[in-house]
């Protein structure tokens, strides 16, 4: 696992080219733009030029590139809102009912 402490935000620009008639990617990562726009050139399939997007990168001391992606958010139910939805069930069970369940 990498110690995220000693990353280091980097900007950093990709050549975006087309791999067949049909879908496009990635195909390098480039510390400048000038570099990247002259592989970008005839690139793509077929000779044609690639584009040049810039991303934020994250590297390490030896030189390794990281991207950090948003994955969600935790879903836990907090107390609270456990016991509210618990007393919304509550009001529409009749009493031998919460008996019963012993709730």
Same mark, same amino acid.
């Given at each position: 696992? +990498? *110690?995220?402490? &000693?990353?280091? !935000? #980097?900007?950093? $620009?990709?050549? @975006?080219?087309? +791999? *067949?008639?049909? &879908?496009?990617? !990635? #195909?390098?990562? $480039?510390?400048? @733009?000038?570099?990247? *726009?002259?592989?970008?050139?005839?690139?793509?399939?077929?000779g044609s030029d690639g584009e040049?997007?810039?991303?934020?990168?994250?590297?390490?001391?030896?030189?390794?590139?990281?991207?950090?992606?948003?994955?969600?958010?935790?879903?836990?139910?907090?107390?609270?809102?456990?016991?509210?939805?618990?007393?919304?069930?509550?009001?529409?069970?009749?009493?031998?009912?919460?008996?019963?369940?012993?709730i």
């Amino acid at each position: 696992m +990498v *110690n995220t402490k &000693t990353l280091t !935000e #980097q900007k950093a $620009y990709t050549v @975006y080219a087309s +791999v *067949n008639e049909w &879908t496009s990617q !990635e #195909q390098g990562i $480039y510390s400048t @733009y000038g570099a990247a *726009n002259i592989k970008a050139s005839k690139a793509g399939w077929y000779g044609s030029d690639g584009e040049v997007r810039d991303k934020t990168v994250w590297s390490d001391s030896d030189g390794n590139l990281y991207e950090l992606k948003p994955i969600g958010k935790f879903i836990d139910v907090t107390e609270a809102e456990k016991e509210k939805m618990l007393s919304g069930i509550k009001k529409k069970l009749s009493e031998s009912e919460q008996n019963f369940l012993k709730i």
